[in-house]
C-alpha cells in the first residue's frame, strides 16, 4: 500500500487587477503603490499573487508601457495576453517584497520619471511604494475567491516553479 502525502504552503496573499496581474509577473511592474503601507510587514518574504477578475479602472498603464517604456502595440499585446494566461479569480504567481517608503509630494522630475515607469502608473506622489522582485508564474493556476487587502492562501508544493 502507498500512502500519497500532498504539501501546502500557506502564504500571504494580494489581488492585482489586470493588466497589473500579469505586469507584476512578467517582471514589468518592480513596484506597486498603495495609499497606505500594506506589504511593509512582509519585507523580505515572498508574496502570492492573485488574479482579480476585474480590470484596473483607467488606461494610464497603456500610456505607460508605449511611452516611458517605449513598448510597441504588438509587444504590448503580448504581455497583456501572457497575463491571461491562467485566467482569472486565481492565485497564479509569487514575487518577493522589498521595502516600502512614502513618496514625498514633490521629486525631481527623472526621478520621479523612473518611479512612474516602474509602478506603470502616474501620481505616484503622496502614495506608499513597494519594490517588488524575483517574480515567478507557478506551474499552474490555484482557483482562490480572492480576498479584501492581504489574505492566507494554502499552495500546493507541486504548484511552485
Request: hydrophobic share 45%; proline share 6%.
Amino acid at each position: 500500500m502507498m500512502l500519497l502525502c500532498s504539501m501546502a504552503v500557506q502564504m500571504w496573499c494580494l489581488s492585482f487587477r489586470q493588466p497589473y496581474a500579469g505586469l507584476v509577473l512578467d517582471g514589468v511592474k518592480t513596484v506597486e503603490s498603495r495609499w497606505r503601507p500594506l506589504l511593509a510587514p512582509l519585507e523580505n518574504r515572498t508574496l502570492a499573487v492573485h488574479i482579480a477578475w476585474r480590470d484596473w479602472e483607467g488606461e494610464e498603464w497603456r500610456a505607460a508601457l508605449g511611452g516611458a517604456w517605449g513598448l510597441s502595440a504588438a509587444r504590448v499585446q503580448e504581455l497583456l495576453e501572457s497575463g491571461e494566461r491562467f485566467g482569472r479569480g486565481v492565485v497564479a504567481g509569487l514575487v518577493d517584497v522589498g521595502g516600502t517608503w512614502q513618496c514625498p509630494a514633490s521629486l525631481p522630475e527623472a526621478e520621479l520619471a523612473e518611479l512612474q515607469r516602474s509602478a506603470v502608473l502616474i501620481g505616484l506622489e503622496q502614495k506608499h511604494l513597494t519594490r517588488l522582485s524575483n517574480p515567478r508564474w507557478l506551474k499552474g493556476p490555484l482557483k482562490a475567491p480572492g480576498g479584501r487587502d492581504l489574505w492566507t492562501v494554502e499552495i500546493p508544493a507541486e504548484l511552485f516553479p
